[in-house]
């Protein structure tokens, strides 16, 4: 039987130059459900879901210590293979940023790197990718333009299924629809309902009604701190800690 | 009138002018190296090599200097990039930002660009000398792109600076090493910057005679081998303004309008081909 947590983390610390990020965090993260990370600016929000796929190695400066289990291997360990625990992940950043490539291209990626190279193959996985986004009938016929080209929340989708594409097991979001549109962001939060029967989801956000709307699992963060976490309507109804109850009734922010 | 309208008037003009000047200048050196090359301007310069007596007035062309010219700046070109794009995406997908070792070569980079270039004639002659290598177009083309990487490298290192970090990222997200994000993403995205630099470099390198004087030397014959000695157009340039004869002045106006030509067309070509290839810059 599978593991009811997907990502365990244990007494992590993030340190950048002397200051520090994030202050010895235990938490675990269910599997295949949406975990939300909320919390104020500048509350290690991002820093958290960056350890996830070690893309915070690529800031200056910065110490991690402690524990990130990931299907039971720990992913800080330096033995560890980056890449392999990137391809594990699909990550939606705050901007959609398209490669510099065509629609099929920016699909075709992902799978390329990790060896696919049959034509006919690459041509069904940008298919099925772009139809999980809801994105192939609106691009189909234009596969080989400009990613570019298309609009902020098509671009987001693009992105999305980019990610997919790698077959990850897990979704990372950074506040991933706060650049879109009202009705693209609705289009992005359908998708992560959808995906979460076969994805482990977790997405930093700073919109309370979006947590709310999409969460099974909350988790607050306030300056580096776990203040704390459980599950979304135990959270959102019943609060245990003072300032959990201030930043949902939006005295701190 | 208030005040500051006058001052915005005042700087407005001040702007326009020295904008226009530089158009003028351009204009300018055209215009004049037209009429003064005019009279020499015919097939036989671009498709013969001088016959004897050439420098007197007499029969022949300077094909051997632009076939010198084209295989001197091609061959550096070419010999620059091989240095300049491993350095650039050294320093910008693969160093730490902070690098001491990077902001060394930075610093160099822009002393060496500030280096006359009879300097590098110079020390490009003193290195033939130490491998026993005679004046020949393989001297040139090394010495000239000691003398364009700088300008190459420097000239690609502030287009790639500018590619916002969260497109690396979003490539080492899907797995990507630094390796395959250098070459399939970075290299893409700086395309048109990439070619800029070339296309700069191209230029100084093409249009240099101080570098060349040394180690590429002068030769009526287009050279068939890296091995032998080639012409130049700036210093059949050189050479020809040097006579008492104005029909060989002549000659070198026009040889300045077959050099100009070059480094327009080339202008022309690589423009076009930036718009092609910027197709997939992302903004």
């Known amino acids: 039987m599978k593991n009811e947590f997907h990502i365990i983390v244990s007494n992590l610390n993030v340190f950048y130059g002397r200051e520090q990020a994030l202050k010895d965090i235990n938490v675990k993260i269910p599997d295949k459900k949406i975990t939300a990370i909320i919390g104020p600016s500048g509350c290690g929000k991002s820093t958290l879901l960056k350890s996830f796929n070690r893309l915070i190695d690529m800031t200056e400066g910065v110490r991690v210590s402690g524990k990130i289990l990931v299907d039971g291997e720990n992913i800080l360990d330096p033995k560890a293979e980056v890449t392999h625990i990137r391809k594990k992940m699909g990550l939606l950043s705050q901007n959609p940023y398209p490669l510099p490539m065509s629609i099929y291209d920016n699909v075709a990626y992902g799978p390329r790197l990790h060896g696919i190279k049959d034509k006919r193959k690459l041509d069904e996985i940008v298919e099925h990718y772009l139809k999980e986004t809801s994105l192939w009938s609106e691009v189909k016929n234009r596969l080989r333009s400009p990613a570019s080209k298309l609009s902020i929340g098509q671009q987001q989708r693009l992105c999305l299924a980019r990610g997919l594409a790698v077959k990850p097991v897990i979704i990372l979001g950074d506040e991933p629809t706060s650049a879109l549109d009202p009705k693209s962001s609705q289009a992005i939060e359908e998708k992560f309902i959808k995906l979460k029967d076969e994805y482990t989801i977790v997405i930093v956000t700073h919109i309370l009604r979006q947590a709310k709307r999409l969460a099974d699992y909350v988790i607050f963060l306030y300056l580096g701190q776990l203040i704390e976490h459980g599950n979304a309507s135990d959270i959102f109804e019943n609060p245990k800690m003072e300032m959990t109850k201030d930043y949902i009734k939006g005295t701190i922010s | ?283």
């Open chain 2, 1 to 283: 009138m208030d005040k500051r309208k006058i001052e915005e008037n005042f700087f407005k003009t001040i702007m326009i002018a020295s904008s226009l000047i530089i158009l003028f200048t351009l204009i300018f050196i055209l215009v004049s190296i037209i009429i003064r090359g005019l009279p020499a301007m015919n097939l036989e310069m671009i498709t013969r090599t001088p016959e004897g007596g050439y420098y007197l007035g007499k029969e022949g062309g300077v094909l051997n200097a632009i076939a010198g010219s084209l295989y001197l700046g091609i061959g550096s070109t070419f010999l620059a990039i091989i240095v300049s794009l491993p350095v650039v995406l050294y320093f910008n997908v693969y160093a730490k930002k902070r690098s001491k070792l990077v902001s060394a070569v930075r610093f160099s980079l822009d002393i060496l660009w500030g280096v006359p270039s009879i300097v590098y004639g110079a020390f490009g002659f003193i290195i033939m000398l130490f491998f026993g290598l005679k004046t020949s177009l393989l001297g040139g083309i090394v010495t000239v792109a000691l003398m364009i990487i700088p300008i190459m490298t420097r000239a690609m290192d502030e287009v790639i600076r500018m590619i916002p970090s969260e497109l690396l990222e979003a490539s080492y997200a899907l797995g990507a090493t630094r390796f395959e994000t250098a070459f399939k993403v970075v290299t893409r995205q700086a395309l048109p910057g990439i070619l800029t630099a070339l296309l700069i470099a191209f230029g100084r390198g093409i249009g240099d005679a101080a570098s060349v004087l040394f180690t590429t030397g002068f030769s009526d014959n287009i050279p068939h081998s890296l091995l032998q000695p080639a012409a130049t157009l700036p210093l059949a340039i050189f050479f020809q303004l040097g006579t008492p004869y104005p029909e060989v002045q002549q000659r070198a106006y026009a040889s300045a309008f077959i050099l100009i030509c070059i480094i327009l067309v080339v202008s022309f070509v690589s423009r076009i081909l930036t718009k092609k290839l910027s197709k997939y810059v992302v903004k």
